[in-house]
């Protein structure tokens, strides 16, 4: 059981290039969800989806766009890579509180993301 | 919007030595979660408390939920060095059933 997969684990980017991370959860979760994590500022949440199809902004939305196209995956993509989005990116998966989940988060490797 | 406050920010111990992190909400909560996160590792679900004034304890960690819902504390007997990480508390923002906010950490690490 893998959990939650991010890929890739490591990048780096020129200013104005763009990219897209990938979020792979095979625990069936409907919810899905993108931070970033940069020093003393803790988890800020990004984007995230409560279902296939459905996506939803967070705290910290601009510059980034995402996708849920099939339940298991969601992409965060970036159109023109800034260097204030060098950071740390999680995305988490969990269960809806409906379903007894109590919105446990399970997170990802994290994806180290440097923009010169 | 909802705050969730952490502190300290930062604490140093030598092995041994107790520990413990605080948590404040600007408002009430229906539960709060703590996560640890290893250095260079990602955040992992350690415990969630419901109840007002709960009280859960896992081998050397004490968690405390206060009893106007708004405050939580997590402690550490005897740390070791295993303990070392960064501890985080979250709670549902702003009463959603699907969104944390959590709160900024505790870096802890310990002198052996």
């Known amino acids: 059981n893998a959990g939650v997969t991010q890929t890739p684990k490591f990048r780096v980017l020129k200013t104005g290039q763009s990219m897209t991370l990938l979020c792979a959860q095979d625990?069936?979760?409907?919810?899905m969800y993108w931070y970033r994590q940069d020093p003393g500022m803790g988890l800020r949440l990004i984007h995230y989806?409560?279902?296939?199809?459905?996506?939803a902004k967070g705290e910290v939305p601009d510059g980034y766009n995402v996708s849920r196209l099939k339940k298991q995956n969601f992409l965060l993509g970036l159109e023109s890579a800034a260097p204030s989005q060098t950071s740390v990116y999680f995305c988490?998966?969990?269960?809806?509180?409906?379903?007894?989940?109590?919105?446990?988060?399970?997170f990802g490797a994290g994806t180290r993301l440097s923009v010169l | 919007g909802q705050q969730v406050m952490q502190i300290p920010q930062y604490q140093h111990v030598q092995e041994g030595e107790d520990f413990t992190t605080y948590c404040n909400s600007s408002?009430?909560?229906?539960?709060i979660q703590w996560y640890k996160q290893r250095p260079g590792g990602h955040p992992v679900f350690l415990i969630q408390?419901?109840?007002?004034?709960e009280v859960k304890k896992q081998k050397r960690l004490t968690f405390q939920f206060g009893e106007a819902k708004k405050n939580s504390s997590l402690h550490i007997t005897a740390t070791q060095t295993t303990d070392v990480g960064t501890y985080f508390c979250?709670?549902?923002?702003?009463?959603?059933?699907?969104?944390?906010?959590f709160g900024k950490g505790t870096l802890l690490t310990v002198n052996p």
């Open positions: 989806s409560v279902g296939e199809g459905t996506t």
């Open positions: 625990m069936n979760h409907e919810y």
């Open positions: 988490a998966s969990s269960f809806p509180p409906a379903r007894g989940g109590k919105n446990i988060q399970y």
């Open positions: 979250a709670g549902p923002d702003g009463g959603s059933n699907y969104k944390l906010t």
């Open positions: 408002t009430t909560l229906s539960n």
């Open positions: 408390l419901v109840k007002s004034g």
